[in-house]
């Protein structure tokens, strides 16, 4: 056997994963028809071609071969950075998937499935009772889950670290104290003043005109339609089949003007950052998004930092009071922007403010955390989610689907992923001031409707990068520091003074 | 090694074939998409995509395993019927696969690739020229492939059994025979008679309106709208994931309304079959269509014997007319039953009316055979072919493209797959005749736009048979005869008679 060189040898790890991801993006494909167009009959061989072309994948990414190719390819001096960077992510992968015990990668799938299918019907029945004794087992399954994967400090770093690599609970407990601190007294202050109104919002927005709309916003954000596509479904989502080909989804409540919008643009901050990653590293983690926590600083920053900020409504503001005159003529720019920024704490966490959202994700991870280590058993844990919510969100939760039921995540054993909703809102204040600092003029730039510097300063610092750096890596390289509550803080600190004079 | 019973051999056989079979539908959700969704950008890495399912999908079903695990169990004698069947076809399915060497896949799939891209390059240019070395090249080809399958009598006889299993070069040169002697000379009785007026199909027919029709009669056909959708694409297609989701295409020409409406009903005929195969034999050879000729013989029964006919449009017309009453309301329902009926010679077989369009099958028919027999070679195919239209559709043809060049189907490899267009057409007057004599009142029922016993008798005596018959078993089976041209004959007579007055 002829000692293959490292260009030869990479080839064949880039031929191995490409053909990994094109089984991966073909599923992606049959999952966003299943959201979107599948006839109501096709679910059931739908499930289950999804699941073949799944096995196949874990199959191909599990192989000895593939395995001996990465150590070997581990060994080679002479890559260039990127190729030695891929290399390494995916030995790093490989090695994580390679812990799993057969039997425990089965179990989980069972428990999972079960675990769905017992939260579909404590929904029907708003019962959280049904769900426990399944939510208990999983618990159980993610502590040993922790263990297989291994972890310093505390176990839930062993599952945080599989959304947000570099995270751990200790940089969580500091920012959630800087929540408890800094957030709480903050909205205790809003709640103290008069409410602004956005009934205005609520009037009947036609659903074609709000279709338009989105798309002439998606368009000015820089999302390429020649690589990409919105559809309607019942849940908005962005889904990648590569970078010349990524779909976002929407909604549209007639009655609901926000609904649509926002989610538009959350959307389209996802999906730019999704065609922006380097197409040539197709298949590899250099070609990856960095994190959870980072995608989700893309979405927010469009959807908050920008799309909610005056200077984004003085631009588009005059052509939505254009095509809904009826509603809008006589509501001020002003109006419409503390409307649309109301803080106003309540139950569910996909519908809450930029403010108190934070909250709703505190409360997930202390819950979460309390399972692992044992300070929470899964008995009564409805009970201890509606007291976190009178504390923090002085609320009342009336009944278990507005409380604990709400969100789907710890059905499908997603433990460790809620955390990433609030690094993402904290790293986009972080990279907007970063970006407000770098841009010269990207406020006016943005009071105009030209988002091309912003564009083009995201897809240098953050998309282009793909996996390179972790999150933390990345802020420290694009901000200059690592992660920092007080940009958020300022940020909200400034909003809120404005529109509720605290 | 303990001896399987025949019942966990044909589990494992079914679990294997299904894998396979899902790979292939998650392929043909990626093709439908690419015909229907697909951003601009995204074709290329669709392309590779759905080349590196194939790839998996053919690796599987060459699988040395499953040779082993098909011959053991055709040794079963315990098997039902069906299962025995599904297991003596899929081993002839394996078996023929892999009497292909290697090398020859690979040189066929470069061909086909290189040969179909000269074509696209000759149709922009309008020059056969082109085409023509490729072209030579993949005759070599198909001559060689026609030797590796083996045959009896004519070469051409091993390409066609691979959309017709048991056709052959006698079978269709009586066909074709008959064609000339008797199409041939009502053709010209029509041609010395004066012509009927289609102009008003060729009046503005809104998109929209037309879209609800086309919807309207493929309900009415009993096509479950549950169990699949509709789209626009650019060629009009059916495809099918599993019989719980089949799909249709269709597009639209304000300017011509024959154009989507037939399309509907043809595809909707072939969407039916789909929709009526055996759902519990999914992946298995019972799950599949019998032949592309018997495909074909649903969708021309539908679209022509059913959606030509006289009977179907004195239910449907009222409901045409009110939609389109500034085109419609002054045409009498004869003069427009006598104008989708127009024969009229003409360059293009996929515009051609249902008489003419055998002569365009049989020319293609002469030409692919003489190829592989040696009597024409592809230098000058081009005068060929324009000699051939000349003696049998009386028409000049100006140039390549609306020549030679006109059909995709050589640039893919496909010889032996236009007569099974021919084919589809007289199975479907066959079996019209027979649903006749076996369904009392039919005709009746179709004057009321009635179609659930038609459909029923369809489901019963062809599609829940799946694959389990050849062609020929089928029509013996159903009609009580071989196929036989007279049946086709008739059914043109006295429909042309009552047109033309021939």
């Given at each position: 056997m002829t000692t293959q060189s490292s260009g030869e040898l990479y080839a064949s790890y880039k031929t191995k994963m490409q053909q990994i991801a094109d089984i991966r993006n073909a599923i992606a494909v049959l999952g966003w028809d299943q959201e979107t167009h599948l006839p109501e009959k096709g679910a059931a061989f739908r499930g289950q071609q999804i699941t073949t072309l799944s096995t196949l994948a874990h199959e191909l990414f599990v192989e000895d071969k593939l395995g001996e190719l990465l150590q070997n390819l581990h060994t080679r001096q002479d890559l260039d950075i990127i190729a030695s960077k891929n290399a390494a992510l995916s030995l790093e992968d490989y090695e994580k998937n390679k812990k799993y015990p057969a039997r425990f990668v089965a179990e989980l799938s069972n428990a999972t499935n079960e675990c769905y299918h017992a939260w579909i019907k404590a929904r029907k029945a708003n019962d959280y009772k049904i769900f426990e004794p399944v939510l208990a087992k999983m618990v159980e399954l993610k502590k040993q889950e922790a263990d297989i994967l291994g972890y310093n400090g505390h176990p839930y770093n062993a599952l945080l670290n599989e959304y947000e690599k570099g995270a751990n609970t200790a940089m969580l407990d500091t920012i959630f104290a800087d929540v408890k601190t800094a957030l709480a007294p903050l909205l205790q202050q809003i709640e103290a003043k008069p409410q602004v109104n956005k009934d205005f919002l609520h009037l009947h927005y036609?659903?074609?005109?709000?279709?338009?709309?989105?798309?002439?916003?998606?368009?000015?954000?820089?999302?390429?339609?020649?690589?990409?596509?919105?559809?309607?479904?019942?849940?908005?989502?962005?889904?990648?089949?590569?970078?010349?080909?990524?779909?976002?989804?929407?909604r549209i409540d007639e009655n609901d003007f926000g609904n649509m919008t926002w989610s538009c643009i959350h959307e389209g901050g996802h999906a730019l950052y999704e065609q922006g990653l380097p197409v040539d590293n197709y298949g590899l983690p250099c070609g990856e998004a960095a994190s959870l926590g980072i995608h989700e600083s893309q979405s927010r920053l469009w959807e908050n930092n920008v799309g909610r900020s005056l200077p984004f409504w003085q631009y588009h503001y005059a052509a939505l009071q254009a095509r809904f005159p009826e509603n809008l003529q006589h509501v001020s720019l002003d109006d419409f922007y503390k409307a649309i920024n109301q803080v106003k704490p309540s139950l569910i966490r996909t519908e809450a403010d930029e403010l108190t959202y934070h909250f709703h994700v505190m409360i997930r991870y202390e819950i979460e955390k309390g399972l692992l280590d044992g300070t929470y058993s899964t008995k009564d844990l409805n009970e201890v989610w509606n007291k976190y919510y009178r504390e923090y969100l002085h609320v009342d939760v009336p009944d278990d689907n507005q409380g604990v039921l709400q969100d789907i995540h710890w059905s499908h054993g997603s433990f460790g992923y809620f955390p990433t909703y609030s690094l993402g809102s904290l790293y986009a204040a972080q990279f907007f001031i970063a970006a407000q600092k770098q841009i010269p003029g990207l406020i006016e730039q943005i009071t105009k409707g030209d988002y091309k510097q912003l564009l083009s300063w995201l897809r240098d610092e953050i998309h282009h990068h793909g996996r390179y750096y972790t999150s933390n890596e990345l802020c420290e390289k694009v901000t200059g520091e690592p992660l920092a509550f007080k940009y958020f803080l300022d940020y909200a600190t400034e909003k809120y003074h404005h529109i509720y004079n605290v």
């Open positions: 036609d659903r074609n005109k709000q279709w338009e709309f989105g798309i002439e916003i998606l368009k000015a954000m820089g999302y390429d339609m020649n690589a990409g596509r919105q559809d309607i479904s019942e849940h908005p989502f962005t889904t990648s089949f590569n970078p010349q080909d990524v779909r976002v989804t929407t």
